[in-house]
């Protein structure tokens, strides 16, 4: 039982290159986030899918988009990736919006020059 | 909008001592608050949750509504609880979850 899977784990990027953070989860859970995580600034949330079919904005949505592309994946891409894009990314999952237990993935680390 | 802050970034304890994580909050709401933990080289995982009451791994966490503060607590720090300690609120209304700017727990042999 894998939980919540994140790949890539790392990745260089140029400025204004793009890319695609997949993430997957075999829990059957409803809703599926992802956060950034900084230091000093704790983790802060891009977008969430409350259920298959359904996305929203979170704290940090700008330069990002996201695919919930059934109810197992929840795909972050960066369309012209920046310098403050540089960040530790993490996926996560609950069974609900009711709850703020999430279950999270390991975390893909991502540079950008 | 709801804030959770963590004032201290690096705490430093020796083995045996006592420890405090502060994490204090501003929320119109009734707050559901969380402490989830990272330790080396693992992925961020729920520690414990205000309303369950319970003890986990010796830490504790009583919510304070009128100093708006959950801060966490264990009587005698071992080696391995050092690690990266965030608290995070749950907010009812628009079901999101924030987390503050973590603390660094460091216990020294």
């Known amino acids: 039982n894998a939980g919540v899977t994140q790949t890539p784990k790392f990745q260089v990027l140029k400025t204004g290159q793009s890319m695609t953070l997949q993430c997957a989860q075999d829990m059957n859970h409803n809703s599926m986030y992802w956060y950034r995580q900084d230091p000093g600034m704790g983790l802060r949330l891009i977008y969430y899918?409350?259920?298959?079919?359904?996305?929203d904005k979170g704290e940090v949505p700008n330069g990002y988009n996201v695919s919930r592309l059934n109810k197992r994946e929840f795909s972050l891409r960066l369309e012209s990736a920046a310098p403050s894009q540089t960040s530790v990314y993490f996926c996560?999952?609950?069974?609900?919006?009711?709850?703020?237990?999430?279950?999270f993935g390991e975390g893909s680390r991502l540079t950008v020059l | 909008a709801q804030r959770v802050t963590q004032p201290e970034k690096l705490l430093s304890v020796f083995k045996g001592a006592p420890v405090e994580l502060k994490c204090n909050y501003s929320?119109?709401?009734?707050?559901?608050l969380f402490w989830y933990v990272q330790y080396s080289r693992q992925r961020l995982q729920l520690l414990l949750r205000h309303i369950s009451r319970e003890s986990i791994k010796g830490f504790t966490a009583d919510l304070n509504k009128g100093e708006t503060s959950f801060h966490l607590k264990k009587p005698f720090a071992q080696e391995e609880d050092s690690a990266m300690y965030y608290c995070?609120?749950?907010?009812?209304?628009?079901?999101?979850?924030?987390f503050g700017g973590g603390t660094r727990l460091m216990v020294k042999p």
């Open positions: 996560a999952s609950n069974p609900t919006l009711n709850t703020g237990e999430l279950f």
């Open positions: 929320y119109s709401g009734s707050p559901e």
């Open positions: 995070a609120l749950h907010d009812n209304a628009g079901n999101m979850l924030t």
């Open positions: 899918s409350a259920s298959e079919g359904t996305t």
